[in-house]
């Protein structure tokens, strides 16, 4: 990114401790730069050039027939199809954002280790096992106040 495009009060995916992670720029830096929080771990950095931002984050337009608010429903039943998998995998790589299956789950709500179904397979017991992540229900936010 160039200096001249970075905005303060906006939010930039920005490599931190060589990860990649969600950074809001606070204020500009009286020693250069921009003082900003790390949004995955609530701790203040300093971005000391506009070379280390990726890109700003963009909202991501969820489809309106996707259902995520009904407990232990499997992805097909929540109409979450490969193709749309696809389709936001290649829309966050092209902004350089995470793009990982973990990361599609979590950005629609839904447990990532059970992906939405509440029960997760063990191949060693060969059975299933309510996830201990989202409780059985398969749903997840990751602010603990919604």
């Known amino acids: 990114m160039r200096k001249a495009d970075v905005q303060i009060g906006a939010t930039y995916i920005a490599k931190v401790s060589g990860k990649l992670t969600q950074v809001r720029l606070v204020r500009e830096s009286p020693y250069g730069g921009w003082d900003g929080l790390n949004l995955a771990t609530h701790r203040e950095v300093r971005i000391r050039s506009a070379a280390r931002l990726r890109a700003p984050v963009g909202q991501y337009r969820r489809?309106?027939?996707?259902d995520t608010t009904t407990p232990r429903l499997s992805?097909?039943?929540r109409g979450i199809t490969l193709a749309l998998m696809r389709a936001w995998r290649q829309e966050r790589y092209d902004r350089h954002e995470p793009s990982g299956p973990r990361d599609f789950f979590l950005e629609l709500g839904l447990c990532p280790d059970c992906r939405g179904r509440g029960q997760v397979w063990l191949p060693v017991a060969?059975?299933?096992e309510?996830?201990?992540t989202c409780g059985g229900t398969g749903l997840f936010r990751m602010?603990?106040?919604q």
Do not use: F, Y
């Open 75 to 77: 992805p097909e039943g």
């Open 126 to 128: 060969q059975a299933t």
């Open 130 to 132: 309510e996830c201990r």
């Open 143 to 145: 602010d603990p106040a």
């Open 63 to 66: 489809p309106p027939n996707l």
